[in-house]
Structures are given as C-alpha cells and as structure tokens.
C-alpha cells in the first residue's frame, strides 16, 4: 500500500518495526520536503514487497558498483522520474537510506551526474559493510530528521 508523506510533521508509518523508527520516519520526510521544494513532487513510498525487480537492480548496482551487500531488510521504496533524472530512493530497516541519483541528460559537455548516496539516521550505528569500506560521512542538520549522516560514491557504469 502506497504511503503519501507527510513532510510538515513526521509519521512513522511503514517504520514500525525499525529499532530508530523515529529517526528513520525523519529522514523520509526531510526527504519528501527536499522533493517537494527542488520539483514540486509528492513524494511517496510503496512496500519494497511491490518492487523486487528495483530491489534485485539495486543489489546488483551495490554488488557489482563497489562489491556492497547489506543485511539490513529493505522496506520501502520511493521513486521520482522526469525527463531528465531517474532517482529511487530504498529505505531500511536498520535506519539507512540508499538513493541513485541517475541523470538521464547533462548540459553540453558535461556527463550526467550518477552517484548512489548513503544517509544514516541518527541512532544507528555505521553499517559494517561500508565501515570495512571506508566510508567517510559528513554531517547535516535537519529539522525533521535531527542529524543527517551522509556519503555517496559515483557510479562508473551505465546503469538505467
């Protein structure tokens, strides 16, 4: 069941069984406020269950991208797509948020901007899998989400 979010106030809806649910609820609304401000798009998110062929995409994006699996269940998944982006964003239930921004077009003479970004919700510790990696996150203050934690890698290969 489809979940329209609400970005003025968080809700936990869909998040109940995740151990930051709070947090976690925050950073989708954060990101709901930051679709509605950038592109005037209601942002809004399906069970994970209604898309297992863009799960097994991003497990095969992760796996072959930068050798990452993670553990963690996958519940929900928001999609925005125009003309120019196409931009999933995954979110589970240990607190982390994965989204592959993947420019579909550049200006002239630039190549399209494609990059998976990682945000962590405040209360979950940093996945093993990217901490053996070598991640490194900045950090971001949010109304709704409190303290965003932060990283992304480019994407080397085509991938849409």
């Not at 998040?15 to 592109?39: D, Q």
């Amino acid at each position: 069941m489809s979940y329209k979010v609400n970005f003025k106030e968080v809700e936990t809806v869909g998040f109940e069984s995740s151990p930051v649910v709070e947090a976690l609820a925050g950073l989708r609304a954060n990101e709901a406020r930051y679709f509605w401000n950038k592109y005037k798009f209601e942002y809004v998110t399906e069970p994970a269950s209604e898309h297992k062929e863009l799960a097994d995409w991003l497990k095969k994006l992760l796996k072959e991208e930068r050798d990452l699996e993670f553990s963690a269940q996958l519940l929900e998944v928001a999609i925005y797509e125009d003309d120019d982006v196409y931009w999933p964003e995954f979110y589970f239930e240990d607190g982390m948020v994965l989204n592959v921004l993947y420019e579909k077009t550049a200006p002239e003479g630039k190549k399209p901007k494609r990059a998976v970004g990682i945000k962590l919700s405040v209360g979950m510790d940093v996945p093993k899998e990217l901490e053996e990696k070598g991640f490194k996150f900045a950090r971001q203050r949010s109304k709704l989400a409190g303290e965003v934690r932060g990283s992304f890698f480019v994407l080397k290969q085509e991938w849409h």
